[in-house]
């Protein structure tokens, strides 16, 4: 199957989001409808299965990390081939994140951690891929994906690697300032240095004038 697993709708965002949706496409709005009044992890798992069969031919990155998030709201199942059955549904949306990854924007990459983050099912090839994928559209992200993205890192104790702090640290000031609501800031300070990150001075002057 897809997936697998290592060791061990998204509110304010950035504008990934439209160019992620399909437009008036009413197929995919009544998917999107279907996932957010889902009430179980196995609804959730047959919306998967029949678009995977579908001439859609699959969820878009916005579905499948908007069925991550509705996931984390509802009762996982503790005993049996349920959960069994579960864990092969978590890991099938993983693999179909892999597929989409290289169309994943700021919101679905930095939704996608912080879902993962409260799955406790952890696998680290994709967690390393969506790191990755930051790295070229990171200075597109707002401050509450910053906030997801290194929230679900401290969650799962995974830091990014030094390739990415001096990525965040070098492009993400201003645009922390320009978008962030009044929790947020203190709530990057804190994440980054439950991450050991140390903020570069010239980050420090933007984010605290």
């Not at 962030?180 to 980050?203: K, N």
Request: glycine share 10%.
């Amino acid at each position: 199957g897809r997936g697998g697993y290592g060791r061990g709708g998204y509110g304010r965002g950035g504008g990934g989001q439209q160019r992620e949706r399909r437009g008036p496409n009413p197929e995919a709005a009544a998917v999107n409808e279907a996932i957010s009044a889902s009430t179980s992890w196995r609804e959730l798992n047959t919306i998967l299965e029949q678009q995977s069969r579908s001439s859609m031919q699959g969820l878009d990155p916005f579905q499948l990390v908007a069925l991550l998030l509705q996931l984390i709201k509802l009762d996982k199942p503790t005993q049996g081939d349920d959960v069994a059955d579960y864990q092969q549904f978590v890991a099938s949306v993983y693999g179909w994140m892999m597929d989409r990854l290289p169309r994943f924007r700021g919101r679905q990459i930095s939704g996608a951690l912080y879902a993962i983050s409260r799955l406790n099912l952890y696998n680290a090839e994709l967690v390393g891929a969506l790191v990755q994928a930051s790295l070229p559209i990171l200075h597109e992200f707002s401050a509450m994906e910053y906030v997801r993205f290194l929230d679900g890192l401290q969650r799962m104790q995974a830091p990014p690697g030094d390739e990415w702090v001096q990525q965040f640290f070098r492009s993400s000031a201003d645009k922390i300032v320009r978008t962030a609501e009044r929790d947020e800031l203190p709530a990057i300070f804190s994440f980054c240095q439950r991450l050991g990150l140390a903020p570069t001075p010239d980050w420090l002057a933007t984010t605290t004038e």
